[in-house]
């Protein structure tokens, strides 16, 4: 029985309530907020999975050393509520249950740029201009359904391996909308392309998104980095090709990380759980019960940035003191030599 064909009934209502409120908005029915500064959403129409955080943090590298910017997310599975700046709290507080993952993977990395979360975007961009009145840009992570506000550029990420059009609304699919609602992006970056993609490829992944003739369509690949030791117990541990790994993940398309790992170092197991899955003591002592004793002193618990906020960070980091923990980091980076092609169009947008 296909279960997919039993829910597309509902995924109709539900991708047109959802098409419905973007025409409220479309027709001046409901008024969208547009900050006095410059701000760019990065969002998709998938419920995870297609690298959103990294091209973020692209988006920051990119920005911060020239301009005074900020992110405003709504802090995803957060325990708070309103507006909370990281920057406001004490590092020995910080948790991913006061400001959610992402935020505080960008609060971490870039502690030098303002970080906030608020579930109302405008109340959050607000709020950042009262209290930082020079700044100059600010990045809506994760904004795409969020119409309240209308940022000045729009970017859309859809993943190569699962492009939006080849997908449903929810819960036949993994779509927050109608496919047709791609069409209110300024670019759109197909992501966690194959780096060798060719014109060929290209060529057919364009005539697959129809894009219209005003938005600007790019392709970008990721790139691992080394393994980054996260406690005192992970930097003491020399690594090397006979080192085994044990993953940790709650993302929601992992495999190529496992995939790239697996071409380094032999993974004895890779334990899987749906994304922004908090951890508990319990599953965290299973797996050091299983995997980790005086007997392998030559394996390490490996986990993305993302989910690391939720293991060092909090009541957790103390129970994994005596295990090797490391995390992958990642980046994205444009292929077919168009970077300065997307610069172009953030520069004079």
């Known amino acids: 029985m296909n279960f997919q064909k039993l829910l597309y ?36 129409l998938s419920v995870g999975g297609t690298g959103k955080t990294p091209h973020v943090e692209y988006l920051i590298r990119l920005l ?11 802090g995803y599975k957060r325990k708070t509520k309103s507006f909370v700046l990281a920057n406001d709290i004490d590092k020995t507080q910080l948790s991913a249950e006061f400001i959610g993952d992402e935020p505080l993977q960008f ?27 020079d700044l100059q ?29 080849k997908d449903y609304p929810l819960p036949a699919g993994r779509l927050r909308e109608f496919r047709s609602a791609a069409r209110y992006a300024d670019i759109v970056i197909v992501s966690k392309c194959p780096e060798n993609l060719t014109e060929q490829q290209r060529a057919e992944m364009t005539e697959l998104l129809k894009l219209q003739d005003y ?25 090397s090709p006979q080192t085994e790994v044990v993953l940790l993940t709650a993302i ?29 003591e319990k599953e965290i002592a299973e797996i050091q019960k299983t995997y980790f004793s005086e007997k392998n002193k030559n394996r390490i618990l490996v986990t993305t940035e993302k989910d690391s906020m939720r293991l060092i960070y909090g009541t957790l980091s103390k129970h994994l003191e005596t295990t090797p923990l490391f995390s992958l980091p990642i980046e994205p980076y444009f292929l077919f030599q168009d970077e300065e092609r997307f610069l172009h169009q953030y ?3």
């Open 9 to 44: 009934p509902f995924a109709l209502i539900y991708g047109a309530v959802a098409a419905f409120r973007r025409w409220m908005y479309r027709r001046g029915l409901r008024k969208a907020y547009q900050a006095p500064i410059l701000t760019i959403g990065v969002g998709n």
């Open 64 to 74: 911060s050393n020239q301009y005074k910017i900020a992110t405003l997310s709504r």
């Open 107 to 133: 609060h971490t990395k870039f502690p030098h740029i303002k970080v906030a979360v608020d579930e109302k975007r405008k109340d959050g961009i607000q709020q950042l201009l009262r209290r930082f009145p």
């Open 137 to 165: 840009y600010i990045i809506l992570d994760d904004c795409y359904q969020h119409l309240q506000v209308k940022p000045n550029l729009n970017i859309l990420i859809t993943e190569y391996q699962n492009p939006y059009v």
């Open 215 to 239: 938005q600007h369509l790019f392709f970008t690949a990721m790139s691992y980095g080394e393994l980054t030791a996260l406690n005192e117990c992970g930097k003491q541990l020399q690594i």
């Open 252 to 280: 929601a398309h992992p495999e190529p990380m496992a995939e790239f790992l697996s071409e380094k170092f032999k993974i004895i197991h890779h334990y899987r759980f749906p994304d922004h899955h908090y951890f508990s």
């Open 347 to 349: 520069r004079y947008q």
